[in-house]
C-alpha cells in the first residue's frame, strides 16, 4: 500500500468534515497539474491512501474535496 501522509493543512480541514465510514473518508484530490484523483481513501483526516503506481508530493495537491 502507498501512503501519504497529509500536511496539517489539509487534516485540520478534513477533520471538521464528516467521515464515509468509520474512521476514513472518500475523497476527490486536485493536483496542481490538472490531474484529479477520485474515490480515494484518507485514514484518520490524515492519510491518503494511493494506488501502488501513484507516486506524489504534498506539494502538488492543490485541492481536496469530500467524494
Known amino acids: ?10 487534516s485540520s480541514m478534513l477533520i471538521k468534515m464528516p467521515e464515509t465510514g468509520m ?9 496542481n497539474n490538472g490531474k484529479i ?5 484518507v485514514l ?3 492519510f491518503l491512501v494511493l494506488e501502488p503506481e501513484e507516486k506524489i508530493a504534498e ?7 469530500l467524494e
Not at 37 to 41: C, D, E, I, M, V
Open 1 to 10: 500500500m502507498n501512503i501519504l501522509q497529509l500536511p496539517n493543512k489539509w
Open 23 to 31: 474512521g476514513y473518508q472518500l475523497v476527490k484530490v486536485f493536483l
Open 37 to 41: 484523483l477520485r474515490a480515494h481513501k
Open 44 to 46: 484518520n483526516a490524515s
Open 59 to 65: 506539494s502538488e495537491i492543490e485541492k481536496i474535496e
